[in-house]
């Protein structure tokens, strides 16, 4: 569903300004209000690297009024082969220093606040602040986490996205978003004590082309909440594979409302974290008799946690995509594997749904490595 647009139009558009976005007005159900609230919109960006340099690059072209850049690093010349507001003269420069340049060039009338300091949570509510939009292109689950309560407690909506390796997540978290819908946060879908430990992409590599492809999608969605026009990702996480060339979407709610838990719920039918239905929790020990009698493990994790290490002869199919295509696991018995088994658990109930034989290493890796079983890096 459209949501109503989160800023009023500017009285007028300079004639250059109206030169310059001709083609945005042009558009049927956008027009010239629509670019007239960009105008008058401030979005901050949390981070200027992979994601943040094509959001900040999009919303300047777009004509957004406001642009707060906040990222206390320098360039260096491994950022240049995805942090395309970067070049090859910025390195040792401040990043910021590089979205105010390319604002500037790409649209005179849009004013970026570059912010060289590393957000906190104690600076992060004052920062973000005023923003109508933060986009979060963050490379750390920690500042992420920082980013994601300030607007909480700002009630502003947070456009999020991820990428490592070939693969990208994006969605909106929103804990206000107007009457008669649900708030979803970072919280729904990754539970603090569900992450585990994070690769950086120097660990794990990244493909530059789809940090390009995620962060113009995460600018279309704040323009989409600036402006009212269009369904934002709110309630709905879009998943890409940049190697089978496939985008996904996993509905993603708030769970536990009546106890106030919010816990990560992708499964659009069958059964619900409250459902009496019992899931088979295998230890270690019978995890092994079961791979020796023929079970394969299927690991839920997301590549970037996956390259840390896998059990040998795993299949890895990220939550995402197996919630949304579970004959991806094969015709079964599965042991489903994550990090802790909170989302092995809801993996195992959507191939139950399918009619496979599944059941859940208990403790996930976590109890794999506790036990002294070996790990391996995948190819």
């Not at 906190?120 to 963050?138: F, K, R, Y």
Request: proline share 6%; with cysteine; hydrophobic share 50%.
């Amino acid at each position: 569903m459209a949501f109503p647009p989160l800023v009023e139009p500017v009285a007028e558009l300079a004639d250059a300004e109206r030169t310059r976005t001709a083609r945005h007005r042009a558009l049927a159900g956008f027009g010239e209000s629509a670019q007239r609230r960009l105008a008058a919109s401030h979005v901050a960006v949390v981070g200027a690297g992979g994601l943040g340099s094509p959001a900040v690059l999009a919303l300047a072209a777009a004509g957004v009024g406001t642009i707060t850049v906040i990222d206390d690093d320098v360039v260096e010349a491994s950022n240049l082969q995805r942090q395309v507001m970067h070049r090859v003269s910025d390195v040792g420069a401040p990043k910021v220093a590089s979205a105010v340049r390319v604002a500037g060039e790409l649209s005179p009338t849009t004013v970026v606040q570059a912010v060289a300091s590393r957000i906190t949570p104690e600076s992060a509510s004052s920062l973000l602040a005023g923003a109508h939009v933060v986009i979060d292109g963050t490379d750390t689950f920690e500042t992420r986490a920082v980013v994601a309560a300030a607007c909480e407690r700002l009630g502003v909506p947070l456009v999020w996205g991820v990428v490592q390796e070939f693969h990208a997540q994006a969605t909106v978290f929103w804990s206000a978003p107007p009457a008669g819908v649900a708030p979803i946060v970072l919280a729904d879908l990754y539970p603090p004590d569900d992450v585990g430990e994070v690769p950086s992409c120097a660990q794990v590599g990244v493909l530059g082309s789809l940090c390009l492809q995620v962060g113009a999608l995460l600018a279309t969605e704040a323009i989409k909440l600036l402006t009212g026009v269009g369904e934002p990702l709110l309630g709905r996480v879009l998943v890409i594979d940049a190697l089978r060339g496939r985008t996904d979407e996993v509905p993603l709610r708030a769970a536990g409302a009546a106890s106030g838990a919010r816990t990560r719920d992708h499964a659009a039918s069958g059964p619900t974290d409250a459902a009496p239905e019992t899931i088979l929790h295998v230890d270690v020990v019978q995890a092994r008799a079961a791979q020796a009698a023929g079970a394969i493990f299927v690991d839920v994790r997301e590549p970037f946690e996956t390259g840390l290490g896998v059990i040998p002869g795993s299949v890895l199919v990220p939550l995402g995509d197996l919630l949304a295509d579970p004959s991806r696991a094969g015709a079964g018995p599965v042991v489903v594997v994550c990090q802790v088994g909170a989302r092995a658990k809801r993996a195992a109930r959507a191939l139950r749904a399918a009619g496979v034989e599944a059941s859940v290493l208990a403790g996930g890796m976590d109890a794999w490595s506790r036990a002294g079983e070996a790990a391996v890096v995948p190819a």
